[in-house]
Nanobody, 115 residues
Framework: QVQLVESGGGLVPAGGSLKLSCAAS????????MGWYRQAPGKLRESVAS???????YYADSVKGRFTISRDNAKNTVYLQMISLKPEDTAIYYC?????????WGQGTQVTVSS
């Protein structure tokens, strides 16, 4: 099992910035994909960004140009730098590692953007 711990969430005014971190530990055996989902009240969990060990990235259209995902493979840590935050970015953000049945999830960190 891989354990994931997120940090960096909080309350920020619209237009502000936050940087989320997610550190993986446990039975790590070559993690390729890492990334972030978010879930707002009353909505389904949606993919926000992902990154492979080789550095290939994916971003949801709603966050392109504002969010940047990165990772430190040596530390098994993935980051999400968020700028120009909007109230619609308010959600619980969950990091993940791995794919399919082997995917592990963090406990989530709350991001609240006030208007």
């Amino acid at each position: 099992q891989v354990q994931l711990v997120e940090s960096g969430g909080g309350l920020v005014p619209a237009g502000g910035s936050l940087k989320l971190s997610c550190a993986a530990s446990g039975s790590i055996f070559s993690i390729n994909a890492m990334g972030w989902y978010r879930q707002a009240p009353g909505k389904l969990r949606e993919s926000v960004a992902s990154i492979t060990s080789g550095g290939s990235t994916y971003y949801a259209d709603s966050v392109k140009g504002r969010f940047t995902i990165s990772r430190d493979n040596a530390k098994n840590t993935v980051y999400l730098q968020m700028i120009s935050l909007k109230p619609e970015d308010t959600a619980i953000y969950y990091c993940y590692a791995g794919r399919g049945p082997s995917r592990s999830w963090g406990q989530g960190t709350q991001v609240t953007v006030s208007s």
